[in-house]
């Protein structure tokens, strides 16, 4: 039974962030930024950091964008990698449904050139997000659900 609840508790998560895009108004603002999706732990992210300065000297036109984990949200604020840094506390933003609706809708006042998730182990919060931006390309991995949890 333990086990239903918890599919049954992914599927209404998963209902709630279709319902939220669609009631989002579409903002049609053309942009030229970036947005990087980083909302594992801090280890990946410190392993990924290499990566995200050959990200930043492709993309020299226009502002790189992170979200990140809240806790890091100060060690990559004090980076000089990204332009712009948003903290997302991911139970929150999993289980309140006012915070994800706001955070959502914040995100959606822009339309970005690109949005970058290099997560492999995708979770419920990036898919959310992801579905939610506007973006001519959308590049990530396939990678499994194993973080797919609450």
Not at 43 to 57: N, Q, R, T, V, Y
Not at 67 to 85: G, M, P, Q, R, W
């Amino acid at each position: 039974m333990k086990e239903y609840m918890k599919v049954f508790g992914k599927w209404v998560v998963l209902v709630i962030n279709a319902l939220i895009t669609f009631i989002l108004q579409k903002y049609e603002k053309e942009n030229t930024s970036i947005l990087l999706l980083r909302l594992d732990n801090i280890g990946d992210f410190i392993l990924w950091l290499g990566s995200a300065d050959k990200i930043k000297e492709n993309y020299k036109v226009g502002k790189l964008i992170l979200i990140c984990n809240s806790t890091f949200y100060d060690l990559a604020k004090e980076l000089d990698c990204f332009d712009e840094v948003i903290s997302l506390n991911i139970k929150k933003f999993n289980l309140n449904l006012k915070y994800k609706y706001n955070f959502l809708k914040n995100l959606r006042k822009e339309k970005f050139k690109k949005v970058i998730s290099p997560i492999y182990s995708r979770n419920i919060a990036t898919e959310g997000i992801i579905r939610s931006v506007f973006s001519k390309e959308i590049i990530g991995n396939y990678g499994d659900g194993n973080n797919i949890s609450f």
